[in-house]
């Protein structure tokens, strides 16, 4: 008899204008049932199935370009602004002597001011920041 293992994960984000918006995964799988003699197995197949869930509900969450724009035609603000721990993190990155910050935000993202940036341009501007050891050549990286 098949051991039954349910994971599930709910999350909600709170957008302008007192909105929100919510997302529900959740997952059955059925497994060995001599799993429960290896308990580390089972744990692990426990944390796949839990990875699988944050993955999927981070999909479910993550507006698609389509909704970004009706949100704006809404009156809306728009996507979520980059978070303070995402800004700080910029800031920390673009310190280094070799870094043009403002000419990698007004090249790659069209504008001067990291503010301006969704959550999601801050992270592509993370990972450019983190990826390029010599700042100015994003654009060989196939940013920009």
Do not use: W
């Not at 728009?78 to 090249?107: M, V």
């Amino acid at each position: 008899m098949p051991l039954k293992i349910n994971v599930g994960l709910s999350r909600k984000i709170g957008e302008p204008n007192y909105s929100s918006r919510g997302g529900n995964v959740h997952f059955e799988a059925e497994v060995e049932a001599t799993l429960v003699r290896d308990p580390e197995e089972l744990h692990q197949r426990i944390r796949d199935l839990f990875g699988l869930a944050e993955a999927a509900l981070e999909e479910q969450l993550t507006p698609t370009p389509l909704e970004e724009a009706t949100s704006l035609a809404n009156g809306r603000l728009g996507p979520p602004r980059a978070t303070p721990r995402q800004l700080a993190l910029i800031q920390r990155l673009a310190a280094r002597p070799d870094e043009d910050l403002e000419a990698l935000l007004i090249d790659v993202f069209d504008t001067e001011s990291c503010e301006h940036l969704s959550r999601r341009e801050a992270s592509r501007l993370i990972d450019i920041l983190q990826a390029t050891p010599l700042r100015g050549d994003y654009r060989q990286n196939g940013e920009g």
